[in-house]
């Protein structure tokens, strides 16, 4: 038998609704993992080692769940990975973590988060290979997963945050339609692309978390019409992750999709979303702490600062008139597959990646899943990402099963 800390979430709950397992084994056993292995792959600022097992009767009963630091936790820190909140002790937990304590999840403790969820990192890195980044901002989160270290984790997307480094860390990673998981007491970084979204290590155990959480159903599992979309950024794809594409894309019998021309400036119209609410949503720190903020965000702060209101408000109606013609984008198919990132992992951690094949869809509000299942010629893990149409969570979810079955 596998040690208890590399069983998938569903299964361990299993385990333990039958007797077989006991919740402060399976604790125990994901506390001797980060023991062992944290200080190389630096996953977490604070872990919880006083855990009290509640609520024997919801589905998540027993079930560890690593938490990104950017979401208050009324029994633990929370930093936002930044020096600004260095012993930050909330009063009371943000939503997710709440509705994971009612249905009996162990909040295990918090994870890196890249600063205030953006794109400057933080220390985490890659456990499939140490010199590289895991991608960010919820680099702990994917790390953690990876590493066997917890089988669930939460992280959140404003670029590319939750897709990416599913990716470079070769787990299923899952942002769900916009506003799908609640976000309050959750640190906001650009409140119209926020998205809360989780890690695990099937699709399956993502599947389970969603209905412990919030009651979102399954749909049947059946073969879909797949769509390959090349993307507007198709010029950024490295060749690693291009070969790879369009091998997955040939093996799951996928059509050639191509987005409508008005998508090209989507990723321009994200990026002035994010520069003008990011810096507005960082008023206090960057009045206050300038010099507590790192240049490269302050600087991004200041730059957003700039953006008149009129390009602002441009930028957001594009989204929306995108959001209208999403119907022709699918051109009659269940779901579309793209890159979950540009590539492998890049070397160093001085970046946490580029997030190209990331900010349409974010932008889009649409739900995206990346499942592993492809690999660089070095060996390391390459993400495909599934595409669904807004609001139809269950299927999208339901054809990344279908996905991830047919890739192994």
């Known amino acids: 038998m596998s040690e208890p800390n590399q069983l998938g979430a569903k299964e361990a709950a299993r385990r333990i609704e039958r007797g077989e397992l006991d919740a402060q084994t399976l604790v125990a056993s994901c506390l001797e993992r980060i023991a062992a292995r944290d200080a190389e792959v630096r ?16 589905p998540l009963y027993g079930v560890p769940v690593g938490v990104k630091d950017i979401f208050d936790t009324a029994d633990l820190p929370t930093r936002h990975g930044s020096p600004i909140y260095a012993g930050n002790q909330p009063r009371a937990d943000s939503a997710p973590v709440a509705l994971t304590r009612m249905a009996g999840g162990t909040i295990l403790g918090k994870t890196v988060t ?52 599913g ?29 809360v979204g989780v890690y695990a290590r099937s699709v399956e155990d993502v599947m389970f978390f969603m209905d412990a959480l919030i009651g979102l159903p399954s749909a049947p599992t059946e073969k879909p019409r797949i769509g390959m979309c090349r993307t507007w950024e198709w010029d950024q794809v490295q060749p690693e992750m291009a070969a790879a594409f369009e091998q997955a894309a040939r093996q799951l019998d996928a059509k050639e999709v191509r987005l409508p021309e008005s998508f090209r400036g989507l990723r321009g119209a994200h990026t002035k979303i994010i520069w003008f609410e990011g810096a507005r949503s960082l008023a206090d720190e960057y009045r206050r702490f300038p010099q507590k903020i790192d240049p490269a965000l302050r ?60 900010v349409v869809w974010t932008l889009l509000h649409v739900p995206c899943v990346s499942v592993p299942g492809m690999a660089s010629p070095s060996g390391l893990p390459l993400g495909l990402q599934i595409i669904g149409r807004l609001g139809d969570d269950p299927r999208t979810l339901a054809c990344a099963q279908w996905i991830e079955g047919a890739l192994r």
């Not at 996953?43 to 919801?58: D, H, L, Q, R, Y």
């Not at 609640?182 to 926020?194: C, E, F, K, Q, T």
């Not at 109606?317 to 492998?344: N, S």
Request: charged share 20%; net charge negative; with cysteine.
């Open 299 to 358: 600087k991004r702060c200041e730059n957003g600062y700039a953006i008149p209101w009129p390009e602002y408000a441009a930028a957001l109606h594009e989204g929306r008139q995108a959001r209208a013609r999403l119907e022709e984008a699918f051109a009659g198919c269940d779901v579309l597959i793209a890159p979950a990132a540009t590539g492998e992992a890049p070397a160093g951690l001085s970046s946490t990646g580029n997030t190209a094949m990331n």
């Open 167 to 195: 990716s470079y860390c070769g787990v299923v990673a899952y942002k769900p339609t916009y506003n799908t998981l609640p976000r309050a007491g959750v640190h906001p970084n650009a409140d119209s692309l926020d998205t």
């Open 114 to 165: 890249a600063e205030f969820a953006t794109f400057v990192p933080r220390e985490t890195r890659n456990p499939r290979d140490l010199s590289r980044t895991p991608g960010g901002s919820s680099s702990g989160s994917a790390a953690a997963v990876a590493d066997c270290m917890v089988p669930l984790a939460f992280g959140t997307q404003t670029a590319g945050s939750v897709i990416r480094p």
């Open 43 to 58: 996953a977490w600022v604070c872990v919880n080692k006083e855990i009290e097992v509640s609520n024997p009767e919801g």
